[in-house]
């Protein structure tokens, strides 16, 4: 079956850089109408389940007494989708009326955009909600003071030496400091693995089929 559409494929080719079957062109623009749409609807999912968790992880952050961390985390979230729904409203103004060839590069090229985007912000976006945490478990309620500061009393117990920086062990901050740079330095690449994961079939698919197009206009 697949070798029988190549053959009409490229029946429906000529020399010239324009796609001249009518078949062949409604072919083409139904297969990358349906690849964007697919994508479209997943990436409008996403954005609704990150809004629903933070919504939920914020309730939740209070409930168990680390308000500190829920707000942030929402907040950075929040930050988050705002961003995306931007980049998505781009997305929506790519032209239908044109080729199935221009819009797939379109669609190619706010995708570079998009991951460049988001790339970015993962650098930012794991180190702050690593730093949620800290915070919240740090000043979490403890039978009457932080859950940090009782931590520290009883590391004093044991290491009556260990040096303090405003209350806080110094390799405390350096493990922190550490994590924190290692974060930073791995965001992009950890949004990445992501994307490939939800997206990496859609993306496929996306990549095989300009492949297929170049080829039959070369």
């Not at 349906?34 to 997943?42: L, P, S």
């Not at 009782?150 to 030496?161: A, K, M, S």
């Not at 496929?204 to 300009?210: G, Q």
């Amino acid at each position: 079956m697949e070798k029988s559409i190549e053959n009409i494929w490229k029946e429906g080719f000529l020399k010239s850089d324009a796609l001249v079957a009518p078949k062949i062109n409604n072919l083409y623009n139904q297969k990358s109408i349906h690849i964007i749409d697919k994508f479209k609807r997943m990436f409008k999912i996403n954005l609704i389940a990150i809004v629903a968790f933070s919504f939920a992880f914020l309730i939740v952050s209070f409930l168990i007494g680390i308000p500190i961390t829920g707000i942030i985390f929402f907040a950075t979230l929040s930050v988050l989708v705002f961003i995306n729904k931007q980049l998505l409203n781009d997305l929506e103004k790519i032209d239908l009326g044109i080729s199935s060839y221009q819009y797939l590069k379109a669609f190619s090229q706010w995708i570079n955009k998009q991951i460049s985007i988001n790339k970015k912000v993962s650098r930012f976006l794991y180190p702050i909600i690593f730093i949620s945490m800290i915070l919240g478990f740090w000043f979490k309620d403890a039978e009457g003071m932080p859950l940090g500061e009782r931590l520290v009393g009883e590391i004093l117990v044991g290491f009556p030496d260990v040096y303090l920086i405003f209350g806080v062990p110094l390799i405390g901050i350096v493990i922190a400091l550490l994590i924190l740079a290692l974060l930073a330095f791995f965001g992009g690449r950890i949004y990445t693995w992501d994307l490939n994961i939800v997206y990496g079939r859609l993306f496929k698919k996306l990549e095989e089929m300009m492949t297929d197009i170049e080829s039959l206009r070369n």
